[in-house]
């Protein structure tokens, strides 16, 4: 697939990404006032789907964007941008703006149409359930500098951007985030989970973070094999710094380890048995949802 032959859905068509043009009046360029999404395929396959889009319908009442399309609608754009794009491994970019206005006017107006976007890219192969072959991951940490609406998937990112570029600078691939009480939030483009005496712990869901559709099938995963012991609770950044294990979740990283954080082995430094556990039992059932 290479990218300037990519086909992508502009409101309502298929057609090259060459020829996909919006307003510089639209109010998700202007004012980053839109939602999106980003929903894995392997293969055609595609995972989490009814509960992405659901997220994304969220985000969408929450700010007053209305959007006549169903789930069906969606997975139909999804599907047609897979055979048009090659089978491969891909990610499905969907993204709704409150659409273009003939004027820069903060609020809302209520007579213009969302402008709908979705298209696809490549994302690595799934990832392999094998300690000695997955991916290591190092991070810092800082302080989390966002907005206090973290829960609604909004293009407005920049805030996001801003943190991942502190790590991206410091030369690791992500940036954790803890609040101003020194308690974990998530990170800049992941969810967050500590393995602790082989207990599972992630933060609980609040106006702090996304809620992650990753986290969100990882919990009920493990939940129902009932192996290990799941909590969600607030979590200092001494327990991050004390941690047996760290991972970060999404929906292109599964269960990503994390083997470093501020230059600071995570445990041992090695990626941990639980870790292990918990992906193999993810790559197992990942695709029931
Ligand atoms: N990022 N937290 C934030 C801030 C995110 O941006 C993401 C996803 C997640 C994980 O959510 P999920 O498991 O539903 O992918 C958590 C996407 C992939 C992105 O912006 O590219």
């Not at 327990?239 to 292109?252: C, F, K, P, Q």
Request: glycine share 8%; net charge negative.
């Amino acid at each position: 697939m290479a990218d300037n032959h990519n086909i992508v859905f502009l409101n309502g068509q298929f057609m090259p990404i060459s020829e996909a043009k919006i307003s510089p009046m639209d109010r998700g360029f202007l004012f980053g006032d839109g939602i999106y999404e980003v929903v894995p395929s392997y293969k055609g396959k595609l995972v989490g789907f009814g509960l992405h889009i659901q997220r994304m319908q969220d985000g969408m009442n929450a700010i007053g964007i209305k959007l006549n399309k169903s789930v069906d609608d969606w997975r139909d754009i999804a599907q047609s941008l897979i055979e048009q794009n090659g089978k491969g491994n891909l990610g499905l970019y969907f993204h709704v703006s409150r659409g273009a206005d003939i004027k820069r006017f903060h609020a809302y107006p209520d007579d213009i149409e969302a402008t709908v976007f979705a298209y696809a890219f490549e994302i690595p192969e799934a990832t392999v359930a094998d300690k000695t072959l997955v991916k290591q991951f190092k991070v810092a940490s800082t302080q989390d500098l966002r907005w206090k609406r973290c829960q609604i998937k909004s293009t407005s990112l920049l805030g996001n951007v801003m943190h991942f570029q502190q790590g991206h600078d410091a030369g690791v691939h992500e940036t954790i985030l803890y609040n101003q009480h020194n308690e974990l939030t998530e990170a800049s483009a992941c969810n967050v989970f500590i393995v602790k005496n082989e207990v599972v712990i992630t933060p609980p869901l609040d106006n702090q973070l996304l809620p992650g559709i990753t986290r969100h099938m990882l919990l009920d995963i493990l939940r129902k094999d009932g192996t290990l012991q799941v909590e969600e609770r607030v979590i200092s950044m001494n327990e991050v710094r004390a941690a047996d294990e760290l991972w970060i979740t999404s929906s292109s990283k599964d269960i990503a380890p994390v083997v470093e954080l501020d230059g600071k082995p995570v445990g041992n430094g090695k990626v941990g048995d639980i870790w292990q556990l918990a992906q193999t039992l993810y790559s197992a059932n990942k695709h029931n949802y």
